[in-house]
C-alpha cells in the first residue's frame, strides 16, 4: 500500500470509530430510563426510586445519579436504540448461524429482497434507456414523456405502493412482480435522466462530422451517441440499482410481512424489536453497498476496455 | 500557375450570401460572395474572426445554407455533394472518439460508408502512412499527443478518397513548432494526393507557405477583399519563408487585411 493509501484507511477507520463511539454514548441516555424501570422491578434500588418520577427528569441527570446502570443500556432486550454490538450479534445469528432456508436467516429474506431488486432493476433500465432514446430521438416524446416521469417521482413511493399491490392483486398478478414493478417505477426514473444526457452529450462539431459522412441517424446512435452515453448510463445505473432496492423494501411492507427485509423490518417494529430492525437496516445497506460495488466494477472494466478509463 | 486547371471548377460561388437570424438582430455573415477554385489548388482564407471564412467552408460542407446567390461543389449543389461524400472535413478540434483505436477512429467513415473489412485494413494502413502515424493505429488518443491527434483526423478525412479536402484552423490549437512540422508535412501530403484544399487560418505565414491561391476577407458584413494567385512554386522548403517573393505576398494580405478594417 503507497503511504496515502495508509494514510487514507486510517481516516477511514477514525471515521468509524468516531461513529461507533458516537452510537454508544447515545444508546446511554436513549435506554436509561428503561434500564431503570427495569432494575426498579428486579429490586435494585434507583434513584428516584419512583418511576413517576424518573419520568419527567432529564435523561443526563439520571445518568449522573445512576452511573452504575451505564452497562446495562447496552445489553438490554428490546433497548430503545440498540448498542453496535448488539446489532452486530443478531447480524452474525441471523446469518452465518441460521440455515439459510430459516425463515429467521438474513440471508433467506435478503435473497427474497434482492430478487424482486433485480428484477424491478433490469425492468427499470429496460424502460429508462427506451425511454431516454425516445426522447432524444423526438421532439414530440421530449415534450409529453419528460414531464410524466418527473411528475411520477413527486408521488411518495410508499403512498403509491399499496395501490399497486392492490391493482395487481385483483387482476390475479402477485409475489414477485409487484414488488418488482414499485422498484423499477423508482429506479427508471435515474437511468432515463442520466441517458438523455448521455445520448445528448456529443457536442455539434462531433455531429457536424457525422453528416459531412453522410451517416443515418441509426449510425449516429450505435457509432456515437450510445457508446459517447456509457459513462452517464453507469452513473445512473448506480443511482437506480439503490432507488430499486428501496422499491422492493416498500413493496413488502403493505403485503403483511411475509418474507424479504422489508417484512422483517415490519415484524421488528409488530413486536418491538429494535435489534432485529437495526440488523435488517443493515442488511439492506450492506446489500446496497454491495450492488452499488459490484456496479462500480463492472463499469471499471467496460469502460477500461472502451478506452475511455486508463 | 497550374495548366492542368482549365477544366470545370471544383468550387464556384456566385453573389453568395448568407444572413443568420440571431436573437440580436440578423448578421450579415456572407455578402456577395464570388470564387471560383479549380482542382487541385491549396486555396487559403484568411481574416479576423467574424469575417465568414468558417462560414464559407461550411457553406461548401453544407453545413451551413446560403440565403442567397449560388454554390456549386464539382457542379452538384453542395448539400448533392455532401450526400456523394466529395469532401473531407477536418476540425479545429481533432473530435476522435475516445473509445476507438486511433485505426477505428479512421475506420469511422469507412464503416458508414460501407466498405468491406478487409478494404478498410488497407486504407486505414495507407492514410496512417500518409500522415506518419505508422504503428500507432492501435493506440488511443488520448495516448497522442496534440499534433498527432490533429494528424490522426486528418487521415480519417484522407481515408475514404474524397478529392476534396476542407480545413477550419486544423492546427489553430497548435504550438509554433508543431505547427510549422505539420505544415510541412500537409504540403507533401497535398503533393502526393493531388487533392484539392480549402483552408482556413488566421495566420498569414501559414496561409502564404501553403496556398497556391489565398482568399483575404473582412468582417461586417463577410466579404473577400482580395484574391491572391500565389508566385511560390510547388516545391516548398520551410526556408522559403525568408525569400523576397514570400515576404512580398505576405505583405500583400497584411495589406489586404488593413484595408479590410479601414472600413468599419
Redesign the interface.
Known sequence: MTSTGVRSFWAVLTVVGVIILFWYAASVPMNIKGVLTELERAGESVDPPNAADRRDMNEFGLILDNSFAIDETWEQDRPRLPAPHQVAEELWDSTVEKKITSKRSLIYHSWVTLSATMLGFAIGTGLGILLAVGIVHSRVMDLSVMPWAIVSQTIPIIALAPMIIVVLYSVGIQGIIPKAIISAYLSFFPVVVGMVKGLRSPDA??L????????SQS?GFW??RL??S?PYLFTSLKIGIAASLVGAIVGELPTGAVAGLGARLLAGSYYGQTVQIWSALFAAAILAACLVGLLGLIERSVLKR???A? | MNTESTTEPVIEANQLDLTFQTNDGPVHALKDVNLSINKGDFVSFIGPSGCGKTTFLRCI???ETPTGGTLTVNGMTPDEA??N?A???V?Q?A?L?????IAKNIK??L???GYSSAEQDERVSKVLDLVDLNGFGGK???QLSGGMQQRASIARALA?DADLLLMDEPFGALDEIVRDHLNEQLLALWARTEKTIGFVTHSIPEAVYLSTKIVVMSPRPGRITDVIDSPLPKERPLDIRDSPEFIEVAHRVREGLRAGHSDD
Not at chain 2, 97 to 101: C, H
Open positions: 462539431m462531433q457536424d462530422l457525422l453528416r459531412t459522412y453522410n451517416a449510425q457509432k456515437l457508446p459517447a456509457m472502451m478506452g475511455m486508463q | 460542407a453544407a453545413l455532401r450526400r461524400r469532401y473531407g472535413y476540425f478540434a473530435g472518439y475516445p473509445w476507438r483505436t469511422l467513415p464503416e458508414i460508408m488511443f488518443p488520448w475514404f
